[in-house]
């Protein structure tokens, strides 16, 4: 919302400097979001006079000008303008100063050698219009007094009018128009408002024209207004409307659209006038029917269904309600007769067609917002007043139909409850001056206000808001600070733990080279039986798709399905996850977040110094363990089960335990979920049940984490070499070698597994390099084969296996 300081004059009687202004506007929830003083732009652009305009003795088409200045004494300007005489008077800018329109600062300079100091400028230049085939003109008719020499240019054209720039929330229509943001900078004290200038005019004549709504249309539009024009003059409006909207970035066309658009900022309330001559029937608001089609005043033809409102002109749509008028009805220069809307539309009817059309208009924007019952009706008087003061001609009596409704509400305010809401004590007497002051009317019971609110007020709808009308205008900044109280000596942390645990599962997927994915949380009941459902609750329905009828019990397959659109496109190397919710049944008990991913095809890709590998379960593992570390569950205490669901492959796939606590799932799918979804293998998959994690173990509150204790000698690493049976998992020989000497052996790891020549039968030979690391001296032979002593036994006494030769 735009507004100029002497606009908003009009309606507050104030001594308010623009800086008070623009305060306490931010104070009373008005947020100023920019003030521009064009003043400030045009200020080193005087007026000056041309003393001689003699030819340029080098170039046919430059004159050399001696211009007469207030604070330069006089200049040589070299000007290639037409018009330039001598005795005209122009506007000088010196040197040194910035041209808006053509954003240059101007020097001086020699032009075909003569002397050039400044410039005599165009409307263009000034960025004033995009007038630039002469400079501009300011020499008086014969009779006229001549601007003095020197004055600003800004004063000259009435462009000395900062221009402020307010952010309206959505429930506050009333303050886009300027005299409800008048009303509000009065409530807060800033001065008097001016009584609104609506006195009637008395119409000379019945209408010709009568408005009519239809009846199914009263919802949409319950109440309009307006009256017949006759006899009228269409011409430019008067330099102070225009200028007043050239600020606020409107471009003015004539008279009568000038007087619409100034109504629609001045007050807040749109209007629309029709060429009375080019509307053959009654005005009538209605549906559209399906298949009508208007050409607006945007220039634009648009498509109308059932659901849109229309005034119809006797034989075609003349405007879409509430949003624009039609071009056929459109007032022009030769326009003579005019006929005039002042209407109520519904907020939610002017919103839907609004959006169904694409068109953003400032009648469309009020009328959202909901506009004052009442100003169908002043509405009405004041653009006559305009209108007959403008173009002349002689104005019918007023005519309407339909009903006002009136959006008054009773509330009962208790005195105390600006205190107990909102933190800041007001005198009761106080607060009733600042209702009234904002139109409400006021009864007082006692600890009570009794208030109803004024017409243009809709969103006042209880006791809160009233508390918030009086604290605003008393001011945000008077509300006392008051801190949270802290149930604890330090804040508690923002996250939960299952929200750093989801924010950490999706970091560690990222940088392992995965893509996150957002699926359904539905898939096909064909789908939903290969990854374990069987229970009938989870159907829906009313399922947005045949195909989309049963919660997920998994979200692997939505993710297999993403595979599958990639590999289709080309892309059959991917690697996706996602973390979201899988259901087990109905309860809210049933559903499960899990971390869900897949990879697909190769391990890496083709390249000559790479040897070519598939994808395997060790892949998925790394995934889930790597994961699982990330959420904080103990990972060196899991164990490895070959138990997975059954939409793993049976012999490549496992379960990661916390004793009977299953933690993830992973291993490659099974071959006859791939051909059910026409994917080519292999997949390595996981399911990570983040939930199921352990909380970590609360510590005691009067101990603390030693300090970091670094060795500074050198660890050592050795091999050993182990033939085990076949079905031992390697994860035994770690954990064994691990807990041989949990001082020295700080890390294990396998590096070979071996089959074949010097393995027997059923067994295969697995390679552990383990890590030793000292930390009070340096290890000796002896020490060194009392530890690997100690690793051989505990290895063969929990697997089996022994020390390979």
């Keep these: 919302m735009k507004f100029t300081l002497s606009w908003l004059k009009d309606h507050l009687e104030t001594d308010a400097s623009l800086e008070t202004i623009v305060e306490k506007l931010s104070l009373i929830g008005l947020e100023v979001e920019g003030v521009e003083d064009p003043a400030a732009k045009l200020a080193p652009f005087t007026v000056a006079r041309v003393l001689s305009a003699e030819q340029h003795p080098n170039a046919d088409r430059l004159k050399v000008c001696q211009v007469e200045t207030a604070d330069h004494g006089t200049v040589q300007v070299v000007c290639g303008a037409p018009n330039a005489r001598s005795g005209m008077i122009g506007v000088f800018a010196p040197s040194g100063s910035w041209i808006p329109g053509t954003e240059m600062e101007l020097k001086p300079g020699k032009i075909r050698g003569a002397e050039s100091n400044g410039m005599l400028v165009s409307e263009r230049e000034m960025g004033l219009s995009d007038e630039h085939a002469g400079i501009i003109d300011l020499t008086p008719a014969d009779g006229e007094a001549a601007p003095a020499v020197g004055m600003p240019l800004a004063d000259l054209l009435g462009l000395n009018d900062p221009v402020v720039e307010i952010a309206i929330t959505p429930n506050r229509g009333d303050c886009l128009g300027v005299r409800g943001v008048a009303r509000d900078l009065a409530a807060a004290g800033l001065g008097q408002l001016k009584p609104l ?181 002043w509405g009405v008087e004041v653009a006559s007043r305009l209108i007959a003061e403008l173009c002349g001609g002689e104005a019918s009596r007023a005519v309407s139909a339909g009903k006002r409704p009136d959006p008054r509400q009773r509330i009962a305010l208790r005195k105390t409850r600006c205190e107990t809401l909102g933190g800041l004590a007001v005198e009761g007497e106080r607060q009733q001056r600042i209702l009234e002051s904002l139109g409400c009317d006021i009864g007082d019971a006692g600890e009570t206000l009794q208030v109803t609110t004024p017409t243009w007020r809709p969103d006042l709808e209880g006791e809160a808001c009233l508390v918030e009308e009086v604290l605003r205008i008393v001011g945000y900044d008077q509300l006392p600070i008051t801190p949270l109280e802290l149930d604890t000596t330090l804040p508690l942390p923002a996250l939960s733990q299952r929200q750093r645990r989801v924010a950490a599962a999706r970091t560690a997927l990222a940088w392992r080279g995965l893509e996150e994915a957002v699926t359904f949380s539905f898939l096909s009941a064909k789908q939903a039986v290969l990854f374990g459902w069987t229970d009938a609750q989870l159907r829906l329905l009313n399922p947005i798709s045949s195909e989309l009828d049963i919660m997920r019990p998994s979200v692997l397959p939505t993710l297999v399905e993403a595979g599958v659109r990639n590999s289709d496109r080309g892309f059959p190397d991917v690697g996706l996850f996602e973390v979201g919710p899988q259901y087990d049944d109905n309860t809210p008990e049933g559903q499960t977040l899990v971390a869900a991913g897949l990879r697909s095809g190769q391990a890496q890709a083709r390249h000559w110094a790479i040897e070519a590998r598939a994808l395997d379960t060790f892949d998925a593992k790394a995934d889930a363990l790597a994961v699982l570390e990330a959420a904080g569950a103990p990972v060196e205490n899991l164990q490895t089960t070959a138990d997975a669901p059954a939409w793993y492959h049976p012999g490549r796939s496992g379960r990661l335990r916390l004793g009977p606590n299953v933690l993830a799932a992973f291993g490659e799918l099974h071959p006859r979920v791939l051909q059910a979804f026409d994917l080519k293998g292999p997949v390595a998959a996981f399911e990570i049940f983040l939930e199921r994690i352990p909380e970590p173990k609360r510590k005691d509150a009067g101990k603390t984490r030693p300090a970091l204790i670094l060795s500074p000698f050198q660890p050592v690493e050795r091999d050993f070499a182990f033939l085990v049976a076949e079905e031992v998992p390697g994860e035994k020989l770690l954990r064994a070698a691990k807990g041989a000497d949990k001082q020295l052996v700080t890390a294990a790891r396998i590096f070979d597994v071996y089959r074949g020549q010097g393995v027997p039968d059923g067994q295969k030979s697995i390679a552990l390099a383990i890590t030793l690391q000292p930390t009070e001296r340096t290890l000796t032979d002896d020490d060194l084969e009392a530890v690997a002593k100690k690793i051989v036994a505990a290895v063969e006494k929990q697997t089996g296996g022994s020390l390979r030769g």
């Design 197 to 377: 200038q609506a006195p009637k005019v008395a119409g000379s004549y019945d209408s010709p024209m009568s408005w009519q709504i239809d009846p199914d249309a009263t919802s949409a539009c319950p109440f309009v207004a307006g009256r017949h024009f006759r006899g009228l003059t269409n011409g430019p409006a008067p330099a102070w409307m225009q200028r007043r909207l050239t600020a606020i970035g409107l471009r003015p066309i004539s008279a009568l659209v000038d007087i619409t658009n100034y109504v629609t900022y001045d007050l807040g309330r749109p209007l629309h006038v029709f060429d009375a001559a080019k509307v053959s029937g009654n005005p009538t608001m209605r549906f559209a029917r399906r298949g009508e089609e208007i050409l607006a005043l945007d220039g634009k033809t648009y498509g109308l269904d059932e659901t849109m409102l229309i005034i119809d002109g006797g034989d075609a749509p003349e405007g879409i309600g509430g949003i624009m008028g039609g071009e056929e009805s459109g007032c022009t220069g030769e326009t003579r007769e005019v006929f005039l809307e002042v209407a109520l539309f519904d907020p939610v009817s002017v919103a839907m067609t609004g959006r169904k059309l694409g068109i953003h208009s400032d009648a469309r924007y009020r009328f959202e917002r909901k506009l004052d019952p009442e100003s169908a009706v």
